[in-house]
T-cell receptor, first 113, second 112 residues
Framework: DARVTQTPRHKVTEMGQEVTMRCQPILGHNTVFWYRQTMMQGLELLAYFRNRAPLDDSGMPKDRFSAEMPDATLATLKIQPSEPRDSAVYFC???????????FGPGTRLLVL | GQQLNQSPQSMFIQEGEDVSMNCTSSSIFNTWLWYKQEPGEGPVLLIALYKAGELTSNGRLTAQFGITRKDSFLNISASIPSDVGIYFCAGLPLQGAQKLVFGQGTRLTINP
């Protein structure tokens, strides 16, 4: 049963520290999405990639967030420096190109103190 | 940007009851998706809709693409305890940035 995996599942860090979240898309999927979920804002799209190339990262605060796909089996989302307002659950999803075919990972729950 | 208004925000029902929830917008959407999220997990796609007026079922779930293309509805018939979770609508707007927009979710609680 193929699944998107995300690590770590939970992260507690102090303000100012760098945070790196990793995602392994389902093998064969060529599209990767990063979402952030908070109580106040709900689910927000941060960025997405197709064939490892960034297609849209307009949802991401550019000054502190960066997203990359070093290879087809790994996507990373980095926050540097982290702030308390970054506390949220970050989801990665992968698919085969269309918006319908998104399979979400279990998320990384981030708490910035 | 486009926003989706999902209602109700929460529902408390008895097992066996039917459930209705909806999503509305002031903008036109050309795709509507309905997801369910359980605690500690990511959203899982339930139903996808692509045409105005389309009515699609998935077991006890039925969703409709509103005729105005500005709304969508999800119904769950004869609810069971495993239906508990948060249901999200999501839409792909016809105009503007081609990105999925999510509603705020409907939290469903079922009393056995």
């Amino acid at each position: 049963d193929a699944r998107v995996t995300q690590t770590p599942r939970h992260k507690v860090t102090e303000m100012g520290q760098e945070v790196t979240m990793r995602c392994q898309p389902i093998l064969g999927h060529n599209t990767v999405f990063w979402y952030r979920q908070t109580m106040m804002q709900g689910l927000e799209l941060l960025a997405y990639f197709r064939n490892r190339a960034p297609l849209d990262d307009s949802g991401m605060p550019k000054d502190r967030f960066s997203a990359e796909m070093p290879d087809a089996t790994l996507a990373t989302l980095k926050i540097q420096p982290s702030e308390p307002r970054d506390s949220a659950v970050y989801f990665c999803a992968s698919g085969t190109g269309g918006w319908k075919t998104q399979y979400f990972g279990p998320g990384t729950r981030l708490l910035v103190l | 940007g486009q926003q989706l208004n999902q209602s109700p925000q929460s529902m408390f029902i008895q097992e066996g009851e039917d459930v209705s929830m909806n999503c509305t917008s002031s903008s036109i959407f050309n795709t509507w998706l309905w997801y369910k999220q359980e605690p500690g997990e990511g959203p899982v796609l339930l139903i996808a809709l692509y045409k105005a007026g389309e009515l699609t079922s998935n077991g006890r779930l039925t969703a409709q693409f509103g005729i105005t293309r500005k709304d969508s509805f999800l119904n769950i018939s004869a609810s069971i305890p495993s239906d508990v979770g948060i249901y999200f609508c999501a839409g792909l707007p016809l105009q503007g940035a081609q990105k999925l927009v999510f509603g705020q979710g409907t939290r469903l609680t079922i009393n056995p």
